[in-house]
């Protein structure tokens, strides 16, 4: 039983990606519903509460605080195994808050996302420094975009070429586990903006296989990490 | 009315490079425009307020600089001895580079104000504001800063994919709704030529931002494609549009620039 969280107030793209466009929060006695892509995956996002494609949320820090609060206080998740939550980039007030409000209950960790180039690199070790200055433990890293594979010459080419060593050379240096790299397939941006899920669509591509092993990491992680339920206030 | 010894008051056009999106390449965008810009004679600033993720300095390889003070304030850190590109960034002002910052809205307010105001930039053609992805604090702040000055307008940048333009629409709105000119829309990372063979792969999506372009009533700047060469030149703070005039996101760049020149040129007759 799985919840999806997006706390990117400014930028909601998880309906979207999960064919959820345009579906509304219905409220009940319980609190607001999640949208139920399947019976054992329910998702909430700003983006459901707002009714056009070309609506802006433009807030300051403390209202976008205040919904990622009702969010997480209103919604009816009912009982799940997995409260999977998608952040902003960066290391500001949606960050800080969704810590500070999960403080209550446990966080089995982070899981944190690069592509292979500096670039990226430099941002992410600001985001790991953010999980231990917060006290958050990380999952691992996982390197996206990594490498294509031309799909006429089979030849690979590095886009976003890991000048410094990639993901892998800054994990090891960090002391932080690499749990996978994804490779580019055009698929993938295609099934997301179609609303489907690339896994089905794509059983063979390599990025699938990644993806998988990069679950079964997180899975592993967080079974051998795993802590009593503490009572919510 | 600008204040008499507004450190704003020698620049010529301010323009802001926008995206709802992350990751989609506003830094790139800003650092090639100023260095297209540059090439075509103009002297140019850049001034950084992603906050959180501070690309700007690493793209001219000065992320080792410190930053200094005059009396009217900060001095830019310059490029290079030409002194024909100037940038400001919080980056310059970490003790170590992989320190967070980890500010909430009222902070990162209090500091893109001081950059608004106090960033001694002298005589410049054109300022670059660089932002992070969002319609938040760090706009929200930046555009009430910039309101006296008249800004020329925004560069809004997006991947093809719908996902991605589904972020910059709502973007749109904010430049709307906070009266900001929009200048155009790029749509970054359209398309791949694989150096081997030569074979096209559109592994973004082709076209969602003319599209948006289209439907949105603004300008189309036109289709930047994934440039290994480009993000190689990057990463090493290298100058691509000096280096690399035969590369395939050369034209693209030089284009969106031309653009921009030409506006200007415009507005002035």
Not at chain 1, 120 to 135: A, G, M, T
Not at chain 2, 219 to 229: E, H, M, R, T
Request: charged residues 20%.
């Amino acid at each position: 039983q799985v919840a999806l969280l997006d706390i990117d107030i400014c930028g909601p793209s998880i309906p979207k990606m999960m064919g959820l466009e345009g579906e509304q929060v219905h409220q009940s006695g319980s609190g607001w519903s999640p949208v139920y892509v399947e019976e054992n995956l329910g998702v909430m996002s700003v983006g459901f509460l707002l009714s056009s494609p070309d609506d802006a949320v433009i807030w300051r820090g403390p209202k976008k605080n205040g919904l990622i609060k009702q969010f997480l206080r209103d919604v009816d998740w009912g009982e799940i195994d997995y409260l999977i939550v998608d952040t902003p980039p960066g290391t500001s007030d949606e960050h800080l808050s969704i810590v500070q409000y999960l403080g209550a209950t446990h966080i089995d960790g982070a899981v944190i996302i690069t592509t292979p180039q500096e670039v990226s690199l430099q941002d992410v070790r600001k985001e790991i420094n953010f999980c231990r200055k917060v006290k958050l433990p990380i999952i691992g890293v996982v390197e996206n975009m990594s490498g294509f594979v031309c799909p006429k010459c089979k030849n690979e080419s590095q886009i976003f070429p890991p000048t410094t060593g990639g993901a892998e050379k800054m994990c090891q240096n960090l002391n932080v586990s690499l749990l996978g790299k994804v490779p580019l397939d055009p698929q993938i941006g295609k099934s997301c903006d179609k609303g489907r899920s690339f896994l089905s669509e794509a059983p063979e591509s390599p990025a699938t296989l990644s993806y998988r092993n990069i679950i079964q990491r997180i899975q592993e992680y967080c079974d051998q990490h795993h802590f009593h339920e503490e009572k919510i206030i | 009315f600008l204040p008499e010894r507004s450190n704003l008051a020698g620049v010529r056009h301010i323009l802001l490079v926008l995206s709802g999106k992350g990751g989609v390449g506003k830094s790139t965008i800003s650092t090639e425009l100023a260095l297209s810009l540059r090439h075509s004679g103009k002297k140019v600033g850049i001034l950084d307020v992603d906050l959180c993720g501070p690309s700007i300095p690493r793209m001219f390889r000065v992320q080792d600089n410190d930053v200094h003070q005059c009396d009217s304030g900060w001095v830019p850190v310059f490029v290079d001895q030409d002194k024909s590109i100037s940038l400001m960034s919080i980056g310059f002002l970490l003790e170590k580079p992989d320190d967070a910052v980890v500010w909430r809205g009222p902070k990162k307010n209090a500091l893109i104000k001081q950059f608004v105001a106090d960033v001694a930039w002298g005589d410049l053609d054109f300022l670059i504001v660089d932002t992070p992805p969002g319609t938040s604090d760090e706009h929200i702040s930046t555009v009430e800063a910039l309101r006296p000055y008249k800004p020329l307008g925004a560069i809004l940048v997006t991947t093809p994919q719908a996902v991605s333009v589904g972020d910059v629409r709502r973007e749109l709105t904010f430049c709307k709704k906070t009266g900001l000119r929009v200048l155009g829309i790029v749509e970054n990372m359209s398309g791949f030529v694989c150096p081997h063979c030569s074979e096209c792969t559109n592994i973004f999506s082709k076209g969602g931002g003319e599209e948006l372009a289209k439907h949105a009533g603004v300008p189309f700047l036109g289709c930047v494609p994934l440039d290994p060469q480009l993000s190689q030149s990057l990463e090493e703070g290298r100058d691509f549009i000096q280096e690399f005039p035969k590369s395939s996101a050369f034209p693209a760049l030089a284009h969106i620039a031309q653009r921009i020149l030409d506006g200007t040129a415009q507005q002035s007759s």
